[in-house]
């Protein structure tokens, strides 16, 4: 996402039920009321995006988080760069629509040079 403090990088899960997982761990389980699944840790691979698009905007603010739809919560504690929606909208959201309009338009050329990078397939 392009937003007025700079590239937001987001892994969406829709989730229901209790999640457990911590930074160190490889995987995650769910427990929701009809079964209990896990799922690979998503924090690794979120690092290594973010670490890629800094690479191509390099004088950009780039953030990743795992976007935990409504319907999951963590009640043995949130792993780092975990958000809901809410979360999210808090942390880069801006109450001056006209300062984050002047703010998104500063990086828009930040924004098509990783689309053209991305569509290219060259990344240094």
């Given at each position: ?24 761990m ?24 973010v ?10 603010p780039?953030e990743?988080r795992?976007?935990?739809?409504d ?9 780092a760069?975990?958000?809901t929606?809410d ?11 006209a300062?984050?309009?002047r ?9 098509e ?5 991305a569509?290219s397939?060259?990344?240094?």
């Amino acid at each position: 996402l392009l937003t007025s403090k700079g590239l937001l990088l987001l892994n969406i899960k829709e989730v229901t039920g209790s999640v457990f997982g911590s930074d160190k761990m490889s995987d995650w389980t769910v427990i929701a009321p009809e079964r209990r699944y896990t799922f690979s840790n998503p924090q690794p691979g979120l690092y290594d995006r973010v670490a890629a698009v800094r690479q191509i905007v390099k004088d950009v603010p780039v953030e990743g988080r795992v976007l935990f739809l409504d319907g999951a919560s963590f009640s043995k504690g949130v792993p780092a760069m975990v958000a809901t929606i809410d979360e999210v909208r808090s942390e880069f959201g801006e109450s001056d629509a006209a300062a984050a309009g002047r703010k998104v338009e500063a990086f828009k050329p930040f924004w098509e040079t990783l689309k053209a990078t991305a569509i290219s397939g060259k990344w240094s």
